[in-house]
């Protein structure tokens, strides 16, 4: 999209961006457009728009000494253009530019104002003191192209049911794969949301992807299972998330969701002086919250178990903690096939580790049986034969 010197123009970043294209593609309707000053102020009170649950309004003010010149010069119908990283991806009619509290925005949206919170430092680098109401159009195909995708695989397999559930795989571990295969029992497809951050924090996403794939296209029913990326804006990231989560799936043509009991979006709150949990606000969507138990090993058991069904103590649990099984793999130390499926952890860690081995296929056939045939190994296959050497007990 070429830019012109004629319209005014506001800059925005990739995050805005896509944002902007969620709404425009309808993944978070009934939101269709930008709101304006009364109608933004009335769903931050309320939490409600056109009926259905909808955390706080949908804005765009971006942050900037221009931004701001040119948003207090606007008028009512003029066109302005809009442009990320150099390039013009849209334009947007003017209906409405009126001031914001930066503060009340961030309550609104993490419930906390305070800037030792990593959500709210983010985003307070990236709001302005005004906003822009309006029709606009953006270019991000992207979007576009997953909409697309699933309603291609779901007309493609005829799939009455069909549940979504929203994955960091940060990393993939077993108890992500357990989740996974429960709810393929009782769904004729399942659509994986792959959670895409716009921070660098933790696996990059083609890692994470990858790793997903593998494990799709190798040990489950691949025409029933789809991975599509889920772009995780900023609005995805405060304790409203979940009333977001499923808006994306009832709005992409899933009739159930599939969360974690242990998830922070589930917990109590009390609004209006009544005590309420999520599910009050999700009724009116017509779709069906599955929540499913925290999955442990468990030494005992010997094997992977429900918190929930298992009878013995803590103390006999292993937890699937994402954080520390990524502190062993950061520091490229496999984790233990109970936590991490080897096929997985020999993926992540030669994407991470590109070319560790010097002598790869020197240390790969003095220490691994062979068939005597000397064919180059790959790193992926040197970290699966490992782990089989792990594995082996008979001298413990």
Known sequence: MTSSKRNKTLYIDTEALSTLALVQEGLLAPVTRLMGRREAEEVDRSHLYRGLPFPFSFILAPKGRRNEETLKSLQPGEEVELVCEGQKVGELTVEEVFPIDPQERLIHIYGSADPAHPGVKNTMARLGNFAVSGPYRVEYPLIRDTVNRIRQMIHRTGAQKVSAMMLAA??????????IRQTLTDADLVILFLRKPFTNEGLRYDIRHNALQLFIDNFLPRNKVLVVPFENTYIFAGYNELVLDALVAKNCG???LVIGKNHAGLGLYYDQNR????????????LQITTVDEYVYCDTC?????TQTCPHGQHHHIHYHSESIMSLIQNGILPPPILVRKEISASILTALFPNRFGNLQEIYYSLMPSSGLLEPKTDEQFYVKLMELYQTSSLT
């Open 170 to 179: 940060n990393p993939l571990n077993r108890a992500h794969e357990r989740i």
């Open 254 to 256: 899933c009739n159930e």
């Open 275 to 286: 005590l309420n949990t999520i599910f009050d606000t999700l009724s009116d969507l017509e």
């Open 302 to 306: 010997r094997t992977l178990v429900s």
